[in-house]
């Protein structure tokens, strides 16, 4: 989980460092992490890595390996996919595991959420970015990248951003 976690972050943060602003958007996987992936997702999909929903890490991981994997491998939508990482986000939520993560575990933890079509989730994704704005803003935004969260803030409340133009950079 540590390791797939790892390659995770760290190809966020050569994405970021090449200049793409939301790494969690479709785009391939750096190739020296396509096998990594490849079999993990395929072990979670056999429900091999279920234990690792005891954590708040486990948790993300298996969320990571649900909703952004796949399009990182090329591989099409399943929404089998989606609402298994759905359900695991929102239990998550319940259990407070995404407040034990740091921002950008937080940003991977409600990729469900910004991915999908329910208003419900939307409505508790607004919420939660909105506290999570509030968080960046009293951290360094260098290391929080602040500008990175209100994009995404607007890229996932295109209604909420038309009538909140208030920018937190």
Known sequence: MQSFLTSWFTAEQQALDAGELDPHQPGEAPASYKAQWSMLLEQANQGE????????PGTLALILLY????????????????????????NGIRRGFDTQL???????????????????????????????????????????????WQQWHTQAMPILAATDSQSID
């Open 49 to 56: 890595l279920e234990h690792w929903q005891a954590t708040p």
């Open 102 to 148: 740091d921002l950008g575990g937080r940003h991977g933890f409600y990729t469900p959420l910004y991915h999908s079509w329910l208003d419900e989730d939307k409505a508790l994704l607004a919420r939660l970015l909105a506290g999570m704005r509030a968080i960046a803003a009293d951290e360094d935004p260098a290391r929080c990248r602040l500008a990175l």
């Open 67 to 90: 909703s952004a994997v796949p399009a990182k491998l090329g591989l099409p939508y399943q929404e089998r996919r989606h609402f298994k990482a759905r359900a695991l986000c929102l």
